[in-house]
C-alpha cells in the first residue's frame, strides 16, 4: 500500500513535471513569436522613420530654395521701387524747373504789358 502510494505520487509528479515543462516550452515559443513580432515591428518603424527623415530633408531642401527664390524677388522688387523712385523724384524736379520759369516767364510778361495796359514804368534800381 506505501508502495503503491509512492509510485501513484511519482506519476503524479511525473505528470505534474510534464505538464509544466509542456506549458514553459509553449511560453518559450510564445516569447519567441512576441520577439520576432517586436524585431519585425521596429525594423518597420525603423523604415517608416528613415522614411520620415529622407522626406523632412527634402521638404526643407524645398521650402529653402523657395525661400531664396522669394528674396531675390523682393530684391528685385524694392530695387525696381528704388530706382522709380529715384525716376520720379528726377521728373518731379525737373516738372518744379521748368514751373518755376514758365511763373518767371508769365510774370515777366505779365509785367511788361502792365505799363502799356496802365502806362507804369518799373524803374530797374527801385
Not at 93 to 99: I, V
Amino acid at each position: 500500500m506505501v508502495e503503491a502510494r509512492v509510485n501513484y505520487l511519482k506519476k503524479e509528479t511525473q505528470n505534474y513535471t510534464s505538464r509544466c515543462a509542456s506549458e514553459a516550452k509553449k511560453l518559450v515559443e510564445d516569447v519567441e513569436i512576441e520577439t520576432h513580432n517586436v524585431d519585425v515591428v521596429e525594423r518597420e518603424v525603423a523604415d517608416v522613420l528613415e522614411t520620415s527623415k529622407s522626406k523632412l530633408q527634402e521638404a526643407i531642401k524645398q521650402r529653402d530654395e523657395e525661400i531664396q527664390i522669394c528674396a531675390w524677388e523682393l530684391y528685385a522688387l524694392v530695387d525696381s521701387v528704388s530706382k522709380y523712385k529715384e525716376y520720379m523724384a528726377s521728373k518731379i524736379s525737373e516738372m518744379k524747373s521748368n514751373l518755376s520759369e514758365t511763373a518767371g516767364a508769365v510774370s515777366d510778361s505779365y509785367k511788361s504789358s502792365l505799363p502799356l495796359q496802365f502806362g507804369i514804368t518799373f524803374e530797374a534800381n527801385r
